[in-house]
């Protein structure tokens, strides 16, 4: 609920080191988490390591970040600082 209001700055979701499946997200939870990044401005560090997100949870996320123009993501991953996309032309 914090996260669709616009009062989260971090949010963790690394998973467990050698989790065998047990916890984590996975492809339909990324999915759906995109939904709430594509409108969310407050998130500035996000971590999803060791997830099963695969390639169509992996580029549900990326699209709905890349898609957020008031994104204020700042680490992912604990990748930082993040570049904002350039618009061509």
């Known amino acids: 609920q914090d996260l669709r209001n616009n009062t989260v700055e971090t949010l963790n979701l ?10 984590g997200i996975e492809v339909v939870g990324a999915i759906f988490l995109a ?18 997100v ?6 549900a996320l990326a ?4 898609g957020n123009p008031n994104c204020a993501l700042v680490h992912l991953n604990t990748m930082g600082p993040l570049k904002k996309a350039s618009k061509p032309g």
Do not use: I
């Open 35 to 52: 939904h709430f990044l594509r409108l969310n401005s407050s998130l500035k560090y996000f971590n999803f390591k060791r997830n099963d």
């Open 63 to 66: 699209q709905s970040l890349l």
């Open 14 to 23: 690394a998973s467990f080191k050698n989790h065998h499946g047990m916890y």
């Open 54 to 59: 695969e390639k169509d949870g992996a580029k």
